[in-house]
């Protein structure tokens, strides 16, 4: 290091002040007094007649030609000697120089103050033997204002080989001599020779270059207190990792102007690498989500890199999708149900407002409808199929038993709670009810015909204590809701995409026929181990009915292990989170999407997802399709965007599906069109 005397300030200002402001080099009228003119000028200031005559444009072109020379180049002509008239005019214009320079700066020892704002340099000066790859992530994450520069000097090979060559016949030497002295071995002598001998052997293959690299960083602060606490910590963060850092202690206007973006390195304080411990400080890992499998999820806003990712290789595959009503939630996860979709991906949806529907019909999906006048049926007394792709270890008895609880659980909702005396009797009787059709706990018998709700109805009719039960349950079998759920399934699940619509349920039977679309799916994904994605639109109102919330709880816990991602896209997270369930699904979710975010919510989103500043201001101020890609630690601002074929499948834009509605009719009806002319 070179311990250079400090500049003072006026010798430091034209220095850090490259650009020509004549301003700079010439000394400025104190208050009250009048600007001398400098020696050759005419005394008096009158404007000469041409300057008049030429007009503003041409004086302002002039003034525009020397912002962009250096003083040296301007100076000379207007000031010294010059028979050319100064340029008032141009010197009394506001430069960019002007809006963007501290109105003055003091170089202390081991800081710099500008204006209101202090800065500190600190150099790295020395590495330890073994680095994590993407070690410097760590710092350029950290919320903190700071400035880090590298640079880079490639070493001639030629050069560092020579170089190497006689270190290691010193450290060879150094071995022989303690040798044949009879000393103990020596673990660090050797350890050099090994490390000499490595590097040359790859330098000689060319596998390796020979760098020295310089790394400086310059954190900023508006206090000295804070400014000592962030070195303190900075420090503190690359000790940990062995890498020892100092200030530029006498150094600091060096330290400042080598981190700045122009390329200079004024401190050159360097250290040898290779290839392969350079490229360990790249910390390009956090912004760049491009892998080699998965689907397009985006565009990464940060650098235009694709944003290509298979959500079931992090931890787990659930995600959650947070953003304000109309910013892009639904056409996002749309977009991934159908690009999934392509590799071989079942998709479930669960839909409340029928949103689906055209994407699942252009993809010859399965749209089930729920509701009474559908003609969609679903038995809860449905078993699943024992048969190829079944979990092993899965009696027949456990299947039986688990379906005995759902049907439990679903009667009780729907006879609205029981006593404990009833709970008894009707765990009897819904085993007799499939005792009627010959199914028990041997798994062959599951291929039966299952039995209907009117079954276990006509059971219960014939035990004592159920009198109630049994007229509650005609209102199912009998009276107005007759027909939802005492029908035989008369669909099937199957592969490629699902929707279950539960839009045009009545709303006392939506907790019901929640739990029963809940407790189907979760059959078929426990029973058939298959790569799928289940999303939850609007999933808020899940969370308001406590066993639906229940049921995302555990399946958001238990999915990884059954090959299931749990997508839930919510608008508000605050409504979500409300729930005590809300906050375990967000947990166990590995990759999270968040759009465009109200001023009322961001806060609570900022404190729940640990925003940094700059990516809350990111959420205040995106668009329709824009926010932020969270996959495990990674997090990238990403573009949504879709093909032009994609757009008209996955849309809800009203404008956009009328004026498909209207082509269609005419389409099918081109007829109308003239008749009307
Ligand atoms: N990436 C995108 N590119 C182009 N248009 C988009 C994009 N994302 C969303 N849109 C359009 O913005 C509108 C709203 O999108 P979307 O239905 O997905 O919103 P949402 O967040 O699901 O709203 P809600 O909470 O009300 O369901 C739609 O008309 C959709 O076509
Ligand atoms: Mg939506």
Known sequence: MNNQPQPNLPQAVPQAVPLGTPVANKPQPTAGQIPKTPAGAPSSPPPPPELEQMGEKVTLKRSFENFWKSPADSGPSLFQGSTKVPDFYGQGMASVLDLIAPAGFKIEPNYIQFGNIYTRTLFVFTYPRYVQTNWLSRIINYDITLDISMFIYPIGTHQVMGDLRKKAGQLESSLAIEREKGMVRNPELETAVEDIESLRDVLQRGEERLFQFALYFTIYSTSINELNTITEQLESTLGGMLIYTKQSLLQMEQGFNSTLPLGIDELKILRNLDTGCLSTTFPFTSSTLSTNEGILYGLNRHNNSLILFDRFNLENANSVV?????????????????????????????????????????????????????????NPFDLPTPGEGTISGASGESILRSNVTMIHGLLSLMMGGLTPAEDAILEKAIFEAYALKDITADAQSHKNQPPLLKDLQSVLQNMTGAETMVSKLSKYTEGTFKGLFDQPTNFDLGTGFTVFSVRDLEDTLRPIGMYLILNYIWQKVRFKMKRRILIVDEAWWMMQHEDSARFLYSMAKRARKYYLGLTIISQDVEDFLASKYGRTVVNNSSMQILLKQSPAAIEKVAQIFNLTEGEKFLLLECDVGEGLFFAGLNHVAIKVVASYTEDQLITTDPRELLARQAEKAQQENPSTENQGQ
């Open 322 to 378: 947070f953003a304000k009503a109309g910013s892009g939630k639904s056409y996002a996860i749309k977009l991934e149900a159908l690009r999934s979709l392509m590799l071989g991906t079942d998709i479930i949806v669960i839909d409340p407002e029928s949103e689906y529907q055209a994407l699942c019909e252009a993809v010859g999906g399965n749209f089930m409808r729920l509701s009474l006048d559908s003609d969609k049926r679903m």
